[in-house]
C-alpha cells in the first residue's frame, strides 16, 4: 500500500483566496483525521471521519474550515476565506477502528500551507 | 482526558540504549498509552503501544509501571536516524482521538 497520500504538499496562496487540500487514506481504514501542526500551538486535532462521518469536529478552528469525506477513499479540507495565520502543515491521518482500543494512526507526509 | 508529561529534551550516544520517559498518572484502567515519534518535516510515526504489560517490537520496548502512571519507551541501540520528536499519548477512552502534547526532542550524536 501507498500509505496515505496528500495533496498539494505545498501550497502558497494569498490571504482571502480558497484553499482545498486532499487525502485519500489507505485502502481499509475507516476512520481519517484532520490534523494542523504549527510551532505555536503544536499538533492539533482538527476533525476526524469514522465511516465517512464526521464525529468530533470540535478542533475546527472556525467557519471558514469545513472537512468532507464523500466515500471511503477521499476526503477533503477546505479553508474559505484563507487568512496568513491558518499558515501550518496539516496532516491526514487514517486508522482501521475496530472497537478494541488498539487503533494505530498512519500519516501522511502533510501539506505545507502558506498564506501570504 | 488523561495528559501525559514528558522532558522537553534529551540526548543519548549513537549505540546506546535511550529511555524516554513519560508520566500519565490521571491515566484510567481502559486507556492505552502509545508512543509516535516525528523526524523533521514529517508526518508522526507509530512506534508502540500498550495498555497494562510491557510490550517490545521490532523499533522499541515500553515499559509500563505496575499503577500504570508511568511508561518508558526504550530504543536499545540509539543511531542518527532516531534523532526526532518523540510523543507519549494516553488514547482517550471509547473514542479514536490521540491528543497530542509537546513531546520530547531527543538528540542522537555520534
Known sequence: DAGVIQSPRHEVTEMGQEVTLRCKPISGHNSLFWYRQTMMRGLELLIYFNNNVPIDDSGMPEDRFSAKMPNASFSTLKIQPSEPRDSAVYFCASSWLGGRGKETQYFGPGTRLLVL | ?110
Open chain 2, 1 to 110: 482526558d488523561a495528559k501525559t508529561t514528558q522532558p522537553p529534551s534529551m540526548d543519548c550516544a549513537e549505540g546506546r540504549a535511550a529511555n524516554l520517559p513519560c508520566n500519565h498518572s490521571t491515566i484510567s484502567g481502559n486507556e492505552y498509552v502509545y508512543w509516535y515519534r516525528q523526524i523533521h518535516s514529517q508526518g508522526p510515526q507509530y512506534i508502540i503501544h500498550g495498555l497494562k504489560n510491557n510490550e517490545t517490537n521490532e523499533m522499541a520496548s515500553l515499559i509500563i509501571t505496575e499503577d500504570r502512571k508511568s511508561s518508558t519507551l526504550i530504543l536499545p541501540h540509539a543511531t542518527l536516524r532516531d534523532t526526532a520528536v518523540y510523543y507519549c499519548i494516553v488514547r482517550v477512552s471509547n473514542t479514536d482521538k490521540l491528543i497530542f502534547g509537546t513531546g520530547t526532542r531527543l538528540q542522537v550524536f555520534p
